[in-house]
């Protein structure tokens, strides 16, 4: 199983007057560049066999511009992705084939502990993402047993992926 993580982009500040977190949107800045990041996404990985997200807005949103930069997937809720447990998200994923790519969207700092769970460390604090920054990890036994990154990017690469003609030609493959 490969799964991909992705921290949803930048949103309107926690504590927005007459907005509540679960419903804060993304802002536009955060629109247009993760947009950018996610063609760069596309353009080094195919696309996942499931896209799941948190059901906070801007999760929701993220998830979109990535379903759209990947084409024909859709994203699903998974409920897990805004609980912040690590346990539950593991859960989730187990029941998808070994075979299957599965990109999460979801929120910090959950996503570094479960970056950190997948790779068998204690250390979430040092395996922080970025807002729309995006890790790729191998667990060829599945989600009881830790696997291996195969690469964690900030969203500034990814935008420069995207916006850079030729540039991933070498690097796609199967994640």
């Given at each position: 199983m490969k799964v991909v993580l992705i921290r949803h982009a930048a949103a309107v500040p926690r504590g927005t007057p007459g907005v509540l977190d679960n419903e804060r949107p993304l802002t536009s800045s955060g629109k247009?560049?993760?947009?950018?990041?996610?063609r760069g996404l596309a353009r080094i990985m195919p696309s996942p066999n499931v896209l799941l997200t948190s059901p906070r807005a801007r999760a929701q949103e993220t998830a979109e511009i990535a379903a759209q930069a990947f084409k024909n997937i859709e994203p699903g809720i998974e409920r897990a992705l805004a609980e912040e447990s690590v346990d539950d998200i593991l859960s989730a994923l187990k029941s998808h084939p070994?075979?299957?790519?599965?990109a999460l969207?979801?929120?910090?700092p959950t996503l570094g502990a479960v970056l950190a769970r997948m790779l068998g460390s204690a250390q979430a604090e040092r395996l922080a993402f970025k807002?729309?920054?995006?890790?790729?990890?191998?667990?060829p036994e599945g989600p009881a047993t830790p696997g291996r990154l195969i690469w964690f990017l900030d969203p500034h690469?990814?935008?420069?992926?995207?916006?850079?003609?030729?540039?991933?030609?070498?690097?796609?493959r199967d994640p």
């Open positions: 247009v560049k993760f947009r950018a990041a996610a070994l075979d299957s790519t599965v969207v979801g929120h910090e807002k729309g920054g995006v890790a790729v990890v191998d667990l690469v990814l935008r420069t992926l995207a916006n850079r003609p030729g540039i991933a030609s070498g690097l796609r």
